[in-house]
């Protein structure tokens, strides 16, 4: 059973930073490619980008104008998402999922803040 668990949300200021961590179980981590996804309020869940399983390739949303970065450490089942020049339309729910492209299956999100 794919389990996927976010942590690291909260609240920013503008132009400030913000690492998310998804730590993952059920399956082969190493194995597999990962993705972040947001839900921004009054909005479709929207993929921002992906991570092949060995961290070797990296695909992103072109709107997010290279401020966020994800990376893995596969020695410990984890994905990150690091998010910088954070924008008050940042903020939402951040999710993990299993897949390169993928938004499904993913985890419960962790809310992200942005506010002056």
């Known amino acids: 059973q794919v389990q996927l668990v976010e942590s690291g949300g909260g609240w920013a200021q503008p132009g400030g930073s913000l690492r998310l961590s998804c730590t993952a179980s059920g399956f082969t981590f190493n194995r597999s490619g990962m993705s972040w996804a947001r839900q921004v309020p009054g909005k479709e869940l929207e993929w921002l980008c992906g991570?092949?399983?060995?961290?070797?390739?990296?695909q992103y949303e072109p709107s997010l104008e290279g401020r966020f970065t994800i990376s893995r450490d596969n020695a410990k089942n984890t994905v990150y998402l690091q998010m910088d020049s954070l924008k008050p339309e940042d903020t939402g729910v951040y999710y993990c999922a299993k897949g390169i492209g993928a938004t499904e299956p993913r985890g419960q999100g962790t809310q992200v803040t942005v506010s002056p």
């Open positions: 991570i092949s399983f060995g961290g070797g390739v990296t």
